[in-house]
């Protein structure tokens, strides 16, 4: 047991740490506790974080102490008690962090002491969020409208139930254990397998089960409330597809397009509401139903905590969501909030005004997985199958959707025009009816063959708007078709948002060819800031998008940036650990005094907060995009991720100095079942080659091996650039070992670039950062002090305590594969697990 008796005891501040990456959780968490952390230090906070995400950037933070532990309620009651922790901060790591939270403080026995205070909302309301019942009857009790909704303990209960309700059905878990989904029910035949998963789902064993409001447009806001009850609105953001296919699958735009401001006035309104009742100091997100014919509005989601949207709406506004949100949760009035120089002294009271358009376009791997001989159901639903999105930032609604596409689906052949044209009349009426992951450019192809907009509009439930929209956008692709590359219709494609490259081939041509004729018309992109006055009041803008206007608003920063490629929208494999590694690269590299410019279009990446760069692009990824801003920046080196490599290639035939993180294009397969993969893992830093440790990988889990490597020679291997290398071999194997022979390693082995989760996952097990390693290398080696470093902390290598598991993924339950899926090569996400020995 312990007490606290100090007032440096009353700043002990716990951050939870959200996890694993996974559907629906892409990153957003850690970055946002990464960003919080530094200001709270300034303001006299002793801070703690505990994760167990091997990707995680707040686990190297120097503003806390990290902790790198499972995340259970046994491991956080130990922190607790360990480290004197005075308050915690659940809502920072999203909805696992309260239900994680709402199991410590239910399981709180008087001897384990004092009970730590939650910062960013009372425990009623924690409790009250694994409540959906109690919830859903304080918002009736309020007079807000939500679905009717009930709770059944088992089948027959719900059997019972179908008789007085007519489908379609919404059934979600009800105190789910973890991520949950809400499943539609549309057949009768799938109404009790649907029920079966749903309740399997719940701590209770209790599903709740409503009725669908399909078709209706789904609103999400995002509001921030201070313990005073001083609220404001960030930002809203409209689906272009109704309910019934998850918002995550659906293109998102904001501001709000078509809905009138009377009505978007009274869902402010209802938002607030929702904020006082929870008593929240902090962001919530309240998600809406709105029936157009009627006029009516549901609640349909409350999530008072930070995820996805609460990373966009910062992002798109530029208002700083995590830094006011970070305060708020200590108490602070919204007028007391601190927040850096670059903002204006009154930022954190102001309700942000948007002059510009963003697009959110979801990311899906079912090509990917296709491509690898695994078919999956691509039919978009109310459970979640993108893996990931994009932004497109624009004036218009045409030219941040073009950019958009590009950014998200650079890749996707089903998103080719080409592809569409081959679809049959009858398969495009069915994916107007049942979409898939090809929707816009699917809309496109419907205009193209002459479906009326009415029509349309009745078959999708689409707004008419977004019709008329793309409608504009195929006269202008026409346009072009049919004229010649002149000046004058180059401009109105360039405001459009079409790419060079897209230009090139409605002209047969070259990329080089349109950009050459764009530099002689005098037709360049011009940067516009990203300001939550809107340019009222004056701010040091960090965050530029690109269009085609007269005011240029961004200055090059000078001839000593460096400018680094993100990994753009989070793909399975490792999108989260490429990121990661990036965001690292930045640190460092600011750390060593360069200016850093970071390109990217990824909101819930922490490449892009303000911090960690000097300047921010929020553009596609693609050559004629990044040499765009080149020629805006001029950087003495572009830092690209190695599967980028057509990228690569274009930027190098290009003259760029081109800096590679090395990197194979795809993550490689896992080794078969009953069979073990093996690495030597070794650092070159350009001149010298380290070898580190041996590890030893099965099927969705790596172990260290306690195995001298010092004397190891691995001169003989030519290396291209410095970075972290393995040399794999395989062997037939049933257990793990713990002892290994190292093989002839000129004819047993294979060299690979080390995949970059491997990487993360050294670092947080080596307590030193490999990535820093790298980049410090190319300044012409390793110091005296780095390889002291290194030494030092290799014999924590070998104690072996520590895996990575990353076989976790409900694939079946998002993507119905026919057939397994490789958890290697396809990984969503992965998790730091203790080995216990015989002796603990």
């Given at each position: 047991m312990y007490k606290r008796t100090t007032e440096e005891q009353q700043k002990r501040v716990l951050f939870l740490g959200a996890g694993e990456t996974d559907f629906g959780m892409q990153g957003e968490n850690d970055a946002a506790i990464y960003q919080a952390l530094p200001i709270l230090k300034k303001q006299g906070y002793e801070l703690f974080v505990v994760e167990d995400n091997p990707y995680s950037l707040s686990l190297e933070s120097a503003f806390a102490k990290t902790i790198v532990a499972t995340l259970t309620v046994q491991n956080i009651k130990a922190i607790i008690k360990e480290n004197a922790i005075d308050s915690v901060v659940p809502a920072f790591a999203g909805v696992r962090g309260i239900r994680l939270w709402q199991q410590v403080l239910s399981e709180w026995r008087e001897e384990d002491g004092d009970k730590p205070k939650t910062l960013g909302m009372p425990e009623s309301t924690v409790s009250l969020m694994a409540d959906q019942t109690a919830l859903y009857d304080r918002l009736i009790d309020a007079g807000l409208s939500m679905p009717e909704a009930t709770i059944v303990k088992s089948q027959d209960e719900a059997n019972q139930i179908l008789?007085?309700?007519?489908?379609?059905?919404?059934?979600?878990?009800?105190?789910?254990?973890?991520?949950?989904?809400?499943?539609?029910?549309k057949r009768l035949d799938d109404f009790e397998e649907v029920v079966g998963r749903v309740l399997e789902q719940s701590l209770t064993k209790e599903a709740v089960i409503s009725k669908a409001i399909n078709g209706l447009k789904e609103v999400s806001l995002l509001v921030l409330r201070d313990s005073f009850g001083n609220c404001l609105q960030v930002g809203a953001s409209e689906d272009m597809d109704p309910i019934g296919i998850h918002t995550s699958d659906s293109l998102s735009v904001a501001p709000v397009l078509t809905i009138s401001d009377q009505v978007l006035q009274k869902m402010r309104t209802q938002a607030?509401?929702?904020?006082?009742?929870?008593?929240?100091?902090?962001?919530?997100?309240?998600?809406?139903?709105?029936d157009e014919k009627t006029g009516d509005m549901y609640v349909i989601k409350v999530s008072p905590y930070l995820n996805q949207l609460t990373n966009r709406m910062a992002l798109l506004t530029g208002y700083p969501v995590m830094l006011v949100s970070a305060q708020l949760a200590m108490g602070k009035r919204i007028d007391e909030v601190v927040l850096p120089d670059s903002y204006h002294e009154k930022t954190a009271m102001l309700e942000p005004v948007m002059d510009h358009i963003v697009v959110k376009l979801p990311v899906f791997s079912f090509g990917d997985l296709e491509a690898a001989g695994v078919k999956v159901n691509r039919q978009l639903s109310s459970i979640q199958k993108s893996v990931g999105s994009a932004l497109g930032f624009g004036r218009t609604f045409i030219e941040a959707m073009e950019k958009a596409i590009r950014a998200a689906h650079f890749n996707n052949r089903s998103f080719s025009p080409k592809y569409m044209k081959n679809i049959t009349d009858d398969e495009l009426i069915q994916q107007l009816i049942h979409p898939q992951d090809n929707r816009v450019l699917l809309l496109i192809e419907a205009l193209r063959r002459g479906y009326e907009v009415d029509e349309l509009a009745e078959l999708t439930k689409i707004d008419e708007f977004y019709f008329y929209q793309l409608g504009h956008l195929l006269e202008i692709e026409q346009k072009i078709l049919n004229a010649r590359p002149t000046s004058t219709v180059l401009a109105e494609a360039k405001k459009s948002g079409l790419s060079d490259g897209l230009l090139a081939r409605f002209w047969q041509t070259d990329f080089q060819a349109i950009r050459n004729l764009a530099k002689e018309a005098g037709i360049?992109?011009?940067?516009?800031?990203?300001?939550?006055?809107?340019?009222?009041?004056?701010?040091k803008a960090r965050q530029f998008f690109a269009t085609f206007e007269e005011e240029n608003e961004s200055a090059p920063l000078c001839d000593e940036?460096?400018?680094?490629?993100?990994?753009?929208?989070?793909?399975?494999?490792?999108?989260?650990?490429?990121?990661?590694?990036?965001?690292?690269?930045?640190?460092?590299?600011?750390?060593?005094?360069?200016?850093?410019?970071?390109?990217?279009?990824?909101a819930a990446d922490a490449t892009l907060l303000p911090h960690l760069s000097n300047k921010q692009y929020l553009e596609p990824l693609e050559v004629s995009d990044v040499m765009a801003v080149v020629d805006q920046e001029h950087p003495r080196a572009i830092l690209v991720p190695g599967n980028r490599r057509k990228l690569i290639a274009a930027l190098q035939n290009l003259g760029q100095n081109v800096i590679v993180l090395p990197k194979d294009k795809h993550q490689p397969n896992g080794p078969e079942d009953g069979q073990s993969e093996f690495a030597l893992n070794f650092f070159y830093d350009g001149k010298n080659a380290y070898p580190l440790v041996v590890t030893e990988h099965q099927n969705g889990e790596i172990r260290l091996i306690d195995e001298d490597v010092s004397d190891v020679d691995l001169d003989e291997f030519e290396l291209r650039s410095p970075g972290m290398y393995q040399l794999i071999w395989r062997r037939e194997s049933g257990e793990w070992s713990e002892h290994v022979d190292l093989p002839n390693f000129a004819v047993d082995t294979w060299l690979r670039p080390m995949p970059y989760g491997q990487i993360a996952f050294l670092s947080k097990v080596l307590g030193l950062s490999l990535v820093r390693l790298v980049i410090r290398s190319w300044q012409g080696g390793l110091k005296p002090e780095d390889l002291e470093a290194l030494v030092a902390h290799m014999p924590q290598l070998k104690e072996g305590e520590y895996a990575m598991v990353s076989d976790r993924t409900d694939f079946d339950l998002h993507l119905k594969p026919e057939g397994e899926i490789d958890s290697t090569r396809f990984e969503m996400g992965a998790k730091i697990v203790r080995l216990l020995k015989e002796d603990d």
């Open positions: 008789r007085d309700l007519e489908l379609p059905l919404l059934v979600r878990a009800h105190n789910p254990a973890q991520a949950t989904t809400r499943r539609i029910v607030f509401l929702v904020a006082n009742i929870l008593k929240v100091q902090g962001p919530v997100h309240v998600q809406l139903a709105f360049i992109p011009t940067y516009k800031a990203l300001e939550p006055s809107a340019g009222e009041f004056p701010e940036s460096v400018l680094l490629i993100g990994s753009g929208a989070f793909r399975m494999g490792d999108g989260a650990a490429a990121g990661y590694m990036v965001n690292v690269a930045l640190s460092e590299l600011r750390a060593m005094g360069y200016k850093t410019i970071i390109m990217n279009n990824n």
